[in-house]
């Protein structure tokens, strides 16, 4: 994170959306992983902007999408079941961040695209950008180190089994 706080240009890019509270102050108290929504949204979007940077692509547009690419509030999109609490989260709230955004920020297409499609292939909406795909893989990325810092050894003996199992499959065949 401290790449992040000390990078100007950067937070010349995104500090007109972090000086709202309607972003920053609710963001900053919903977990996510093992952290808040506020901590994955700063690190998708930053790695996202980096990376378009050295691809040359759209990094101001990148860093504003990544960083409200998850801008819904679970308190307010409660749902009952498993099975809507699965769709919410996989289909559902792109579209209510880009709601969300437009209430208080213009957006471009090419933001709204890079939020609304920032969950393909589990939403069957596929980006249309380059800097929309670079924001899908970052939030995969960041997202997959997330939840393996939070169940890191029973993953990782999950995957020690798998290796086993595959190593063994392989002196038999």
Known sequence: MDKIIHDE???AIVSSILSKDEFSGKMGKIKHHDSTRLNHSLKVSYYSYK????????YEQVARAGLLHDFYLD??????????KFLLYTTRH????VENAKELFSLTDK???IIRTHMFPLDVRVPKYAESWVVNLVDKGVSTSEFSHKFGHQLMYIVNF?????????KIG
């Open 51 to 58: 990376i378009a940077k050295y691809l040359r692509l759209d």
């Open 162 to 170: 798998y290796v086993i199992f595959f190593l063994h499959s392989m």
């Open 9 to 11: 240009e950067y937070n």
């Open 94 to 97: 792109p579209a209510v961040a």
């Open 75 to 84: 308190s307010v999109y409660e749902q009952e079941t498993v099975k809507d």
């Open 111 to 113: 933001e709204e695209d």
